[in-house]
């Protein structure tokens, strides 16, 4: 079939990001074929094999998104109903227009919520405790009006399905989605990993020779949007399951809901990640048509999954580094000289602007702090030898050296880690000028403070 991948290249690929581990399985006209390559831990010989597990990541949350269509289709929930109506905590909230956001802007990353709210304690599982906690936050926009990526937004959900299921996120996921899918499941940080054999994670510092294992730190409170873990075989079942067919596609997921699902929602602009964003599932430009499905990323390990309604092709990598994601680019490339077209996202990026130096500013009045909820970026000017200018930071120990491009768009490439550059751009206040927001990685944070240079 075209888009047979050749297991000697993906080792290439791997070798060359200093992956130590992945799968790679294509599904197409019917037939679904799956490499792994490598091993699960540097430090072992112990292959990966095609059961071998590796963390998920964020493509979670198109799983979360499917449970909540499901219990849609069952008449458990309704779209456009407020969350206020299934969850006490969001019933008068301080803030009015945080008891009307709807499942649907929840789903699409169109709620205004804050991305990455944390609880002061990390080990607390009780998602009715999150929900409480961020029902006290300010929205970031009004709801319904535009898109910002909100790992917050999907823990809520999973707090909506333990509502109307009376079963835990991870209990409703197992018996609605995943069982029925055939997944052997694995939930990170339950204390189950025994039960299959998973991938460690690696991290790949600039510098330095391989990767180098390194822990994976994911809140408890935060399963629903980052917890799940499995192969890429596992995201082709998915996969099929969107796409009809896979054997439990007629009982698991009526195809109204695949459509609503698949629908772009039009404020739904997802720059920085995707060409458009539907309810749970992110949309990539394709001459042939749209390709639908999620990226993942976590500390050490990606996933990738794209599949295409049209053609009914389907394509999911698994890697152990945080390198996953240039590794994917190059898969991407290697598929579509094959003669499959995936989509994938790669925004056209304007001519870098000369280096940000005494002589030439920082135009706009970019430098300063950019706050979303917990989460806060610093930009400040670079004046390094070698720097590009502009240096962002943040309080998880990102650092990234900035390069500045026409219409205010950025690329940041990591100091500490080698991975792919993010992409982003500063919105101005017609006002003044100056930066009122910063998108990057599909969040936006606010300007909350100009600052001098460092």
Known sequence: MEGHFPAARLREIAHGHSVPGAQLTVHQVGETRSVAI??????????????????????TKAFTATVVAQLVSDGELDLDDPVGEYLAEFDGAADESMSSITLRQLLSHTAGLVADHELDNVDESSLARYSASVATTAPLHDPGTCFSYSNSGYNILGRVIESVTDMKWQAAMDNRLLRPLGFESLFLGSGDSAARESATCHVV?????????????????????????????????FARLHLGTHP?????????MRAAMHTRVPVAEAFGMADGWGLGLAHYASPEGDWLGHDGTVDGGTAHLRFHPRSG???????????????????????????????????RVPAAMPAVTAAVPAPGGLLGEYRNGDTYFSVRRDDSEGGTGLRLSDGTGLVAAMTLHEQLFFTARRLDADEAPYTGRFVSDPATGEAALMQLGGRSAR???AAGTA
């Not at 490598?38 to 493509?59: D, L, Q, R």
């Not at 092709?313 to 995936?342: C, F, H, I, K, Q």
Request: aromatic share 6%.
């Open 38 to 59: 490598g091993v699960a831990h540097s430090a072992t010989a112990e292959p990966v094999t095609t059961a071998t597990a590796f963390a998920f990541g964020s493509v």
């Open 205 to 237: 510092r600039p510098g330095r020779n391989g990767a180098e294992p390194v822990g994976l730190f994911l809140p408890r409170s935060w399963a629903p949007a980052g917890g799940l873990a499995g192969s890429a075989d596992d995201l082709i079942a």
């Open 248 to 256: 439990a596609s007629a009982t698991l997921l009526t195809g109204d």
């Open 313 to 347: 092709a389907a394509v999911a990598l698994t890697a152990n580094s945080t390198t996953g994601t240039l590794m994917w680019a190059d898969v991407v490339d290697e598929l579509r000289a094959l003669g499959m077209p995936v989509g994938d996202y790669r925004p």
């Open 447 to 449: 300007r909350t403070a």
